[in-house]
């Protein structure tokens, strides 16, 4: 059995009739089976800046790009953020039609300002502890 979840961004009048129906058509069933619904309201995150996206790329991915050898190896901008989305971005569970739950790595397009920054901090530190790039 799944658990329910649904979020909704109230942009606008369609968005807040989603969520009024969907409240209606499972909030009893939901009392019901002694599980109900939790209601929270926040204000949502924005999702990552360009000017952070710029940062990432422009420095810290290409000065790590330019500058790190591993095993006597060079690797491009592209292998480099694979490598980072891999190790310290968000991964999330999956299942397939077939039944088999997968972990994907979600694109850094998905990550909210917070969670971007904190992840090209994370980079940053690598890059300068564990491989010895300077930034400029």
Do not use: C, F, M
């Given at each position: 059995m799944s658990t329910l979840y649904r979020e909704f961004i109230l942009r606008g009048p369609s968005a807040w009739q989603a969520l009024v129906a969907f409240v209606r058509t499972n909030a009893k069933a939901s009392i019901d089976?002694?599980?109900?619904?939790?209601?929270?309201?926040?204000?949502?995150?924005?999702?990552?800046?360009?000017?952070?996206?710029?940062?990432?790329?422009?420095?810290?991915?290409?000065?790590?790009?330019?500058?790190?050898w591993v095993n006597g190896q060079r690797f491009s901008k592209d292998a480099w953020h694979e490598y980072f989305a891999r190790e310290f971005g968000l991964c999330e569970d999956i299942t397939l039609p077939s039944g088999e739950v997968v972990t994907r790595r979600r694109s850094t397009t998905e990550m909210t300002v917070s969670q971007f920054a904190e992840y090209t901090e994370k980079v940053h530190a690598y890059g300068a502890m564990e491989l010895g790039v300077e930034f400029v």
């Open positions: 089976r002694e599980r109900p619904l939790r209601v929270i309201v926040t204000e949502a995150e924005a999702k990552r800046r360009l000017e952070q996206n710029r940062y990432y790329w422009g420095v810290v991915i290409t000065s790590i790009a330019d500058q790190a």
